[in-house]
């Protein structure tokens, strides 16, 4: 019912994410049970928030509760250019971000919500990151890619991004290292190779490096 904001969710899908086994009849009593738990909690705490009732579906009313997601959210898009000016106040939105959506509790349905906001907090990232570059702070743009790989370790751009920075400031071992960890990554998790282009970049920049370590100064 958070996940839904406002809007009503019926009963029946309640039933379908939570007590899927069960049949109608105990599903129902659970669920009654659970919003009738639910609404206590709420009431002993003094929360204003509400859980209405209509015939068929339930909906949360938050009466003017804040969601940290939309406050996060709400403060991301009231930020369009990095300038040195607002620099700091980016940094406090992408620090605001600590992981996924419901990250802990692993529930299908908001993995179109998880992956939107990633996608958000990683185009700010990169926005960031360009700023950096911009100025010729590399490092600092490798430390933002460095902590956003922690973040989200299963994203490839993130490990290219590095791999052009560290190529960028010299150091060799660490495009190797990005590179290497990329493939293990794919290869475990997705059980894929690296995107063709990212391949072929690597592949461009052994042939540089040795050319350039066999040409003497």
Not at 19 to 39: A, F, H, M, V
Not at 126 to 152: G, P, S, T
């Amino acid at each position: 019912m958070l996940h839904h904001r406002a809007g009503f969710v019926r009963k029946v899908e309640l039933l379908e994410h939570f007590w899927p086994e069960s049949n109608p009849k105990d599903g129902l009593s659970q669920l009654y049970s659970t919003i009738y738990q639910i609404r206590k909690t709420l009431k002993s705490i003094h929360c204003p928030i509400k859980i209405v009732n209509s015939e068929n579906a339930y909906r949360l009313d938050l009466n003017g509760a804040l969601l940290d997601v939309d406050e996060w959210e709400s403060k991301m898009k009231g930020m369009s250019l990095v300038t040195k000016e607002a620099f700091p106040d980016f940094k406090q939105a992408l620090d605001l971000y600590k992981g996924d959506y419901f990250e802990k509790d692993d529930f299908w349905w908001t993995e179109t919500e998880q992956n939107r906001l990633r996608l958000l907090w990683l185009d700010y990232v990169k926005r960031l990151a360009d700023f950096f570059i911009f100025e010729e702070d590399n490092i600092e743009a490798i430390m933002l890619y460095l902590r956003a790989q922690k973040v989200h370790p299963f994203e490839e751009d993130i490990y290219f991004m590095l791999m052009q920075l560290y190529d960028t400031v010299g150091e060799r071992d660490s495009v190797i290292r990005e590179y290497k960890h990329l493939k293990e990554m794919l290869q475990e998790e997705f059980g894929s190779l690296p995107s063709e282009h990212i391949q072929k970049w690597y592949q461009n920049w052994e042939k540089r490096t040795l050319f350039n370590q066999s040409t003497p100064s």
